[in-house]
């Protein structure tokens, strides 16, 4: 396993850190393997969880109409 040493850590982001491994009950190395792990995990997001977004902004716009448009603008 790999050994990771992080030089100038500021005071105040190591002692938020130890706080929170303290209230996860995990050591500090354990709580950065944590949240390291959970920050580069590769989203895993489905085109259904899409489904309704920017209703509001579209809504009453014929769609048909607005490629047509974007369309003709490219020229």
Known sequence: MA???VKNFPDDLARRL?????????SVA???THLLSRALEEPTH????LRGL???????T?????VAAE?????
């Open 3 to 5: 050994v990771l040493n």
């Open 18 to 26: 130890r706080r929170r491994a303290r209230a996860e009950h995990r």
């Open 30 to 32: 354990a709580e950065v």
């Open 46 to 49: 489905s085109l259904l969880e």
């Open 54 to 60: 920017g209703r509001e902004f579209w809504r009453g």
């Open 62 to 66: 014929d769609a048909a109409a607005h």
């Open 71 to 75: 369309r003709d603008s490219w020229e």
